[in-house]
């Protein structure tokens, strides 16, 4: 028998075998530990870093609501599109699909493999905002890797005609349906609703390849309906661009209200600018001046003198007052009459003929307190309330800081800033019998509250000093209508100079009116900005406009005329009567058949 192996034959002392045991012993108390440790405390954490790696969470997008006219027209809308992704370190094309995806994509082959060699990227968009006919090319491919997005883009059917009013869209972080102007913007959070989310599994591709872990449906926007009229908007645009195209002006704009509710029935301004293209890029274009910008009004603010100073008992329609030479000094300013011929005017013929000496006459004679308070209540320095983005609130000072030659002017007009919607909703109160109310860009079933500001005698005092403006003898016979009596004023203010001061060339022309005058529908006003082919006065370039416009409203809308036209006679010889003609059927009826006697009747 042999020897066994010296290595065998060793034996470990005690204590060795106990370390071992109680090193492995350790190591697995260790391990449990461990394992339980991170089962309990570190539960959350390690099951959110699983998910990060393994899940994916796709944003559904909300349908941005539609923008409609008082009648349900169109004016915005969103349109699907579809915008193709890719991650470049998972795309492998295959040897021709690079062009086949290229032609899809309407790209250049150079362009899309640059896109795709840049594997440090994980997301690229190849191609933003396709029909879904050009994304169903490229899905026919089934190129694996590429993802596909589905986005809005906002389309304006009436384009140039509302776009000052309805505003534009533009992307916002992922979203490319946000409001950035207008009425997009005002009502932004009702229109754009609010985006879902779904959360699946995705592979190594980045590819989700379940959809069912969960959802939340997106939340669409809301539809909103505008109080204008697209035909009347379209009218009102038509007649301004003609004008200002005419007159070689700088711009215009123009404001239809509704009588009775308020509402804003056309809003215009000119130059204009697309909504569904990159003009809107350009501030100075996209600006919507008839709310925002801020002009002096010039005579448009007469009538509220004389409205003052006949609410206040100085004065009756028939008062007359000496204009003198139609000059008038205060300190070391002279006032003076564009117009004078007559020296005693009453107040109805300082409004027919506009004399700036007349109006301050009766100004003066207010407290400079009194004075302020009541354009306040004419909504001057006042915000109109509409909600529109930048909405201007004009310019009052307060009457502590006026001077005496300070309210003189401010009786004609100058020396207080307004914007030509709120020269509109002024006028409001003579065409409601001396009611305000506040005026709407939206549709509202409910009636709106009005606030007293004149009584009722005074505002019908001064609407029929309004009609006489556009009669013989009035300074707008031009914004006269066949058949209509016609209320309203015109106004020819010098622009201020950015530096200071008036120029002596740059004009305000304008006119603010309502029709019929003997029961008001509409209130119009009408602003052209620096006319520049020799008219410059409100009468000659404000007041047609705001006949063709006013008269078509009127017809269309069936208003009822309030004035008797003309009766034409036809005094032409009538012709004699003709021949009678031989009664040729009932020749051929005797001719083959007997007649049927008729019965007695």
């Known amino acids: 028998m042999s020897n066994p192996h010296p290595a065998l034959a060793l034996r470990l002392k005690p204590w060795r075998a106990t370390v071992i045991l109680g090193l492995f012993g350790a190591a697995t108390l260790g391990l449990v530990v461990r394992a339980g440790w991170l089962a309990s405390v570190q539960n959350d954490f390690l099951q959110a870093q699983a998910d990060r790696r393994v899940q994916t969470a796709q944003s559904i997008p909300a349908h941005r609501g539609k923008i409609v006219d008082r009648r349900g027209a169109l004016l915005a809308v969103s349109m699907p599109l579809v915008s193709v992704t890719a991650d470049p370190r998972h795309i492998n094309l295959k040897p021709g699909q690079l062009e086949s995806l290229a032609k899809a994509l309407e790209m250049p082959p150079e362009r899309l493999q640059a896109q795709l060699a840049d594997t440090r990227q994980g997301f690229v968009y190849l191609r933003r905002h396709l029909t879904d006919e050009q994304a169903g090319h490229v899905r026919s491919l089934r190129i694996a890797g590429l993802g596909f997005e589905t986005d809005f883009r906002r389309y304006y059917p009436a384009a140039e005609e509302a776009g000052h009013l309805v505003g534009f869209t533009g992307r ?57 009229d697209r035909d009347l908007q379209y009218l009102a645009f038509r007649e301004l661009r003609a004008a200002v195209t005419q007159h ?130 004419f909504g001057f320095g006042v915000a109109p309330g509409t909600g529109f983005p930048g909405e201007a609130a004009g310019l009052l000072r307060p009457w502590k800081d006026w001077k005496p030659v300070d309210q003189a002017v401010m009786s004609y007009g100058n020396g207080v800033a307004v914007s030509l919607l709120q020269m509109a909703r002024a006028y409001l109160v003579f065409a409601r019998d001396g009611d305000m109310i506040p005026i709407r860009l939206t549709r509202d079933s409910e009636d709106p509250q009005g606030e007293r500001v004149l009584s009722s005698e005074t505002a019908h005092q001064v609407r029929a000093m309004l009609e006489s403006v556009t009669q013989d003898g009035g300074t707008a016979k031009a914004a006269a209508i066949p058949g209509y009596r016609v209320a309203g004023k015109t106004g020819t203010a010098r622009k201020i100079r950015v530096g200071g001061g008036y120029a002596h060339n740059s004009y305000i022309a304008s006119f603010v009116g309502f029709a019929p005058a003997s029961a008001p529908r509409y209130v119009l006003a009408v602003m052209i900005d620096e006319p520049g082919a020799g008219a410059i006065y409100g009468g000659a370039v404000a007041a047609p406009v705001f006949s063709k416009v006013m008269s078509e409203a009127l017809r269309q809308h069936g208003v009822p005329r309030d004035q008797a036209g003309p009766v034409w006679v036809d005094n032409r010889q009538a012709p004699p009567p003709a021949a009678p003609a031989p009664p040729p059927a009932a020749v051929r009826v005797a001719a083959q058949d007997t007649p049927r006697r008729e019965p007695p009747r």
């Open 172 to 228: 916002d972080g992922g979203r490319n349906d946000v409001g950035r102007a207008g009425i997009e913007r005002a009502f932004d959070r009702e229109l754009g609703g609010i985006d879902g989310q779904r959360v699946g599994l995705r592979n190594s591709r980045g590819q989700m390849v379940d959809d069912a872990r969960s959802a939340l449906p997106p939340q669409h926007g809301r539809d909103l309906a505008l109080a204008i």
């Open 248 to 377: 070689k002006a700088r711009g215009g704009g123009i404001v239809m209200l509704d009588v009775r509710t308020g509402e804003v029935l056309a809003m215009a301004n000119y130059p204009a600018y697309n909504p569904n293209n990159d003009e809107r890029a350009d501030p100075d274009r996209t600006r919507n001046r008839t709310v925002i910008d801020l002009y002096e009004p010039g005579s448009t603010m007469k009538p509220f003198t004389a409205a003052m100073a006949l609410e206040e008992g100085l004065v009756k329609p028939d008062t007359q007052i000496d204009t003198g030479d139609g000059s008038y000094r205060i300190g070391k300013h002279t006032i003076k009459d564009t117009h004078h011929s007559i020296r005693f005017m009453t107040v109805t013929e300082i409004i027919q003929h506009s004399s700036n000496v007349g109006s301050l006459k009766m100004a003066l004679q207010v407290q400079p307190s009194r004075h302020w308070e009541y354009l306040h209540r």
